[in-house]
């Protein structure tokens, strides 16, 4: 996965994320702000799955092919740990 669509995605969301805080301190209309901020959370949802994909097939892929079993073991963990948070 290409650091630019990660680095899109984020700042995409950062962008909008501005825009959220402008809006509650604008006082408006609690429906438009909710919208905005779930754009916010589907794009950090989408920069999080493109660095875990890139995760995925680099650094845990080259550990898999590698013979460190202790590594192995706690790339898995890792991966465990993150989906947990994820949810």
Do not use: P, W
Not at 53 to 66: D, T, V, Y
């Amino acid at each position: 996965m290409e650091d630019k669509e990660i680095l899109t995605a984020l700042k995409k969301a950062q962008t909008h994320l501005a825009n959220v805080i402008r809006m509650v301190e604008d006082k408006e209309y609690c429906i438009d702000i909710l919208q905005q901020n779930l754009a916010v959370i589907g794009l950090l949802k989408s920069g999080n799955n493109k660095l875990m994909a890139r995760h995925l097939n680099s650094c845990f892929a080259n550990a898999m092919k590698g013979t460190n079993e202790k590594r192995k073991q706690e790339m898995i963990e890792e991966i465990l740990q993150i989906n947990k948070l994820s949810k």
